[in-house]
């Protein structure tokens, strides 16, 4: 009988320290985060991830809703219009510092107009060839594309996109000119790299796996400065140009004029979120690593990729409206 009355009693408990906590997220209105992009892609993963990590960290429900267009811009915009109030933030990608320079003209200035949270990953990308590429290395491509300039493709799978960053950054680094081919997406540029109908890509680590070890494209190598587990023969193309190296980043920002507590609040929830194993787990399939940073840190970063990426969107000579 003691027993019977000793566990009615913990069940009793239990149940209300269930119901208290319920009670108290639905007290609080929920968290939205928005992204750039269409479901399924790696910032879309991203902003998953981290909804669902810091929904338990904050007892606070976090919805992910997808805005995509304009290369993340109509995300951005919405976030730098939203409330104060730190309810709606942005996960955003390297294109938020890119399209800075890209864009003549944009709603929203990309430092004044948001409040930059933390960083939450960087991925880097490998540089592959059709199969049948005379070159097998990077020195010899560039000795190739210097000899005969303009002759080599590459495919782009998106326009202002961080892989074709990382493409005009090798291309200045290395002192050559390729033909850029874009696609509308990376799918079906790698699917011409592997079908011969263009020479070279920048691609992502998570499209380039299901290729590696057979036959039917080449690795020539990888744009983080150090090897990649993925891809252990491919090495960092940095070793042969020096000082290149190319990441993607991915991370979270609120609007301009949030409370000092709501922004301190934010960034320990998502950095701690970041370091859990599940988080952790999502992004290594990816090539990617969790880099979180403070908000002074991420800041900064955002100010000096903006400057750096200036220079690379003016040797693109592309430009959108």
Not at 65 to 77: C, K, Q, V
Not at 93 to 98: G, I, L, M, Q
Not at 211 to 237: D, N
Not at 241 to 270: C, D
Request: aromatic share 8%; with cysteine.
């Amino acid at each position: 009988m003691h027993q019977s009355y000793l566990r009615a009693g913990l069940l009793a408990v239990i149940l209300g320290c269930t119901t208290g906590f319920a009670a108290y997220a639905a007290d609080k209105p929920p968290l939205k985060l928005v992204v750039g992009a269409t479901p399924g892609g790696t910032t879309d993963r991203v902003a998953r991830g981290i909804a669902q990590e810091m929904s338990g960290i904050l007892g606070q429900t976090v919805i992910v809703e997808n805005r995509p267009g304009a290369g993340g811009n109509i995300a951005a915009d919405a976030v730098a219009r939203a409330p104060k109030d730190g309810n709606t933030l942005l996960i955003s990608f390297t294109s938020f510092t890119v399209n800075a320079t890209l864009y003549k003209k944009l709603p929203f200035d990309p430092e004044k107009d948001f409040t930059p949270i933390t960083m939450l990953a960087e991925v880097p990308s490998v540089l592959i060839a059709r199969k049948n590429f005379p070159a097998s290395d990077v020195t010899s491509l560039i000795d190739m594309a210097k000899k005969e300039p303009g002759k080599y493709s590459f495919a782009i799978g998106g326009m202002g996109s961080s892989l074709h960053m990382a493409t005009a950054s090798f291309e200045m680094g290395a002192k050559i000119k390729g033909l850029t081919v874009p696609y509308k997406g990376t799918s079906p540029a790698i699917q011409d790299v592997v079908g011969e109908q263009v020479d070279l890509m920048f691609a992502s680590a998570v499209n380039v796996m299901p290729l590696a070890g057979g036959e039917r494209i080449k690795i020539l190598g990888v744009t983080s400065p150090e090897p990649m587990k993925q891809f252990p023969s491919a090495p960092p193309i940095g070793d042969t140009v020096k000082g290149f190296s190319s990441k993607a980043w991915f991370g979270m920002f609120g609007p301009a004029g949030m409370s000092k507590e709501r922004l301190t609040q934010l960034n320990k929830a998502a950095v701690e979120g970041a370091q859990h194993e599940n988080f952790v787990k999502m992004i290594e399939p990816e090539g990617g690593t969790v880099v979180t940073s403070t908000p002074e840190e991420f800041a900064r970063f955002v100010s000096e990729d903006i400057k750096r990426y200036a220079d690379v969107v003016k040797f693109t000579g592309v430009t959108a409206d």
